[in-house]
């Protein structure tokens, strides 16, 4: 189950969905791409099975409505990182979710805003990357500290060079894995399905497991 939520930035307020397991300990925040919102329908899917895993998540959007009608700001990655990071301190405010390892989840040009957000921000736990536009984050990437799993389309020919050149320049742990025989947006059968079990396996190890040897000091408030 997943409730309503709203995240301020400044003087915006952002629409979201917070979903939190029984007994989580790390919380995944979903940054969408270009054309896409909290709706997307593959995160969505991705986050169902990261809650079944026991692992929180927050899928919001980036821009209102009007914002996003504006394409400079879809490509603004300065601005989409910073309402990243404004969730993560809404995050890091709540009650419910105070204590949580987190860790993004980026799509799209949503990757380089996931990408720039970690590079300034060392306690986040892991990065993953679906489909993603690294090389929007190219001055950021060598400052990225959270482990970073990269996963591409096999078929998807121009961003995966353009990950495969991001890549080489993350000094972090990492991974680039290709999916054989899917695109951009992952639409060929069990193709997302990949996509979500390598998340899985990438959030379950690097947060959950960072929670389990250093639990999160939280000062109260």
Known sequence: MTQNVRIRADAIQLDGALGVPRDAAAIVVFAH???SSRLSPRNTHVAQVLRHAGIATLLFDLLTEREAADRANVFDM???????????????????TRALHVGYFGASTGAAAALSAAATD???????????????????????????????????????????????????EKQLTIVPGASHLFEEPGTLDEVTRLAT???????????AERPLMVTAS
């Open 78 to 96: 300065q601005l989409l990182a910073d309402r990243l990071r404004a969730a993560t301190v809404w995050i890091r405010q709540s009650e419910a």
């Open 33 to 35: 791409g270009s054309g």
């Open 201 to 211: 396996e990438w959030f379950s190890g690097h947060l959950k497991g960072a929670a």
């Open 122 to 172: 060392p306690t986040i736990g892991a990065v993953v990357s679906r489909g993603g536009r690294p090389d929007l984050a190219a001055s950021a990437l060598p400052r990225v500290q959270a482990p970073t799993l990269l996963i591409v389309g096999g078929d998807d020919t121009l961003v995966m060079h353009l990950n495969q050149e991001a890549y080489a320049q993350l000094t972090c």
